[in-house]
């Protein structure tokens, strides 16, 4: 629980240039010359502006929404749009997204992201969705207004696939019966499979915040990565909940972040041939990698929000022997921020403080019940250790581990949660090479 508060086609080769007869040696660099640009951007939790009005950013119900769920909301339309620009500019081939769209489903916050991923498409690029545990059938979807919220409609399984028709169900190659997962082709010899692992079909009162692949659809990836398979084709997968964990325990200590049953699941998909799985949901910029007994491997690599500091996306190139990934951050957007202050320094002091707060809070709470002014000096701990596991590469300093330990002497179990927070599962977060080929 200490953490649950805290996730036709075209393509444009870069080859030399080809006489009308070339030899097959020629034709061997054409290909090795071949390399693809991916971009990922997750979690934007995008807020329509007219979502959120008369002040309401500083209103009650938006504050006390804050206080459990602290993400830049306020600023995610800004945020988007300077991503966007930044992506354009990179000039890649695809995009993908895994999830999350939106605050909490929103029609109207949907309706315009659809928009905003029309002007990336109009540049060329294909860009790939599916839904997070915010986007479809939820119960929270609200509009704010002064120091008032009030339900605004959110949207079905069937509306995501009609908005989003776009960007990967119109011209699926193939759909699940049993969810709203697909496989494109962007381009020759490389499938996109989207796998939605959400059970908005549980929500009631409250989302639902953990993921399952049912194994309807488990069965229909089987088949799919089968038929890749036999034809020579590198996958790349995509979901929204983790398919490894990203530090030792998140599924207890932290649970509803890793898709359920996951160990089986991602043994399952390795030795079926995927190696290959972008995710979201956790905020956490990171990759970890799962090998099988039968030594075939699955990264899961995780990209952080959009709206938490420190604001990444990828970008991504692919050849036919590795993809080589880069982590990009979103330093500036084209709005006001209070006192004048920069988008990242803003984004520091935002996220210090909620979090600083809410870990006081449940510190001083049950079970723990430890003394307010004991639970002060405990919280930035945590928050010290969330906010680098979020930025990825961790790497715990004499100072801060000193502190740590004394943590430890008086809460064990809370000196195991930040020794796991800080121990960073290898491979590298940010920047990492992986061979497409089990070597």
């Keep these: 629980m200490i953490l649950v508060i805290l996730a036709a086609s075209c393509s444009k080769d870069l080859v030399i240039n080809q006489p009308n007869q070339i030899s097959d040696q020629e034709n061997s660099l054409k290909s090795a010359l071949l390399v693809r640009k991916i971009a990922v951007m997750s979690d934007i939790h995008y807020l329509d502006p007219t979502l959120l009005l008369n002040g309401a950013a500083q209103g009650t119900a938006f504050k006390n929404y804050l206080k459990t769920d602290p993400k830049l909301i306020e600023f995610s339309d800004p945020i988007l749009k300077k991503a966007i620009s930044e992506i354009v500019a990179e000039k890649p081939d695809i995009l993908l997204i895994p999830g999350d769209l939106t605050k909490d489903g929103e029609?109207?916050?949907?309706?315009?992201?659809?928009?905003?991923?029309?002007?990336?498409?109009?540049?060329?690029?294909?860009?790939?969705?599916?839904?997070?545990?915010?986007?479809?059938?939820?119960?929270?979807?609200?509009?704010?207004?002064?120091?008032?919220?009030?339900?605004?409609?959110?949207?079905?399984?069937?509306?995501?696939?009609?908005?989003y028709s776009d960007f990967g169900y119109k011209n699926a190659i193939s759909r699940d019966i049993n969810s709203l997962s697909y496989v494109c082709e962007p381009f020759s010899k490389v499938w996109i499979l989207g796998i939605d692992d959400c059970k908005y079909y549980m929500n009631g009162s409250l989302e639902t915040v953990s993921g399952v692949i049912k194994d309807g659809t488990m069965q229909w990836i089987k088949a799919r990565l089968a038929e890749a398979k036999s034809k020579?084709?590198?996958?790349?997968?995509?979901?929204?909940?983790?398919?490894?964990?990203?530090?030792?325990?998140?599924?207890?200590?932290?649970?509803?972040?890793?898709?359920?049953?996951?160990?089986?699941?991602?043994?399952?998909?390795?030795?079926?041939?995927l190696r290959f799985m972008f995710t979201g949901h956790y905020h956490a910029n990171d990759i970890t990698m799962r090998k099988t007994i039968n030594n075939n491997e699955l990264f899961d690599i995780e990209t952080g929000s959009l709206v938490t500091p420190p604001s990444p996306y990828r970008i991504i190139?692919?050849?036919?022997?590795?993809?080589?990934?880069?982590?990009?951050?979103?330093?500036?957007?084209?709005?006001?921020?209070?006192?004048?202050?920069?988008?990242?320094?803003?984004?520091n002091i935002f996220m210090s403080g909620h979090v600083d707060e809410i870990f006081t809070y449940m510190l001083s709470s049950a079970?723990?019940?430890?003394?307010?002014?004991?639970?002060?000096?405990?919280?930035?701990?945590?928050?010290?250790?969330?906010?680098?596991h979020y930025a990825g590469d961790e790497h715990i300093s004499a100072d801060e581990q000193a502190?740590?330990?004394?943590?430890?002497?008086?809460?064990?179990?809370?000196?195991?949660?930040?020794?796991?927070l800080w121990t960073d599962l290898p491979p590298a977060d940010n920047q990492y090479c992986i061979s497409i080929r089990k070597n």
């Design 403 to 420: 502190k740590d330990d004394l943590v430890g002497q008086m809460v064990p179990m809370l000196g195991i949660v930040l020794h796991n």
């Design 232 to 273: 020579n084709i590198t996958v790349l997968g995509m979901m929204h909940h983790g398919i490894v964990e990203h530090f030792t325990g998140q599924e207890t200590l932290d649970p509803g972040y890793v898709t359920d049953h996951w160990e089986t699941n991602s043994d399952a998909l390795a030795d079926a041939g």
């Design 107 to 163: 029609n109207v916050s949907h309706k315009t992201v659809a928009k905003l991923l029309k002007q990336i498409s109009g540049y060329g690029i294909k860009v790939f969705v599916i839904p997070g545990n915010h986007d479809i059938n939820n119960p929270e979807a609200v509009a704010y207004n002064g120091n008032n919220a009030s339900p605004t409609p959110s949207i079905s399984a069937l509306d995501f696939a009609n908005i």
């Design 317 to 347: 190139r692919m050849d036919l022997n590795n993809i080589c990934i880069d982590t990009k951050h979103i330093t500036s957007i084209n709005s006001f921020l209070p006192l004048g202050l920069n988008f990242v320094t803003y984004s």
């Design 367 to 388: 079970p723990y019940n430890i003394p307010l002014v004991t639970a002060m000096m405990i919280a930035p701990r945590f928050k010290n250790a969330v906010v680098a």
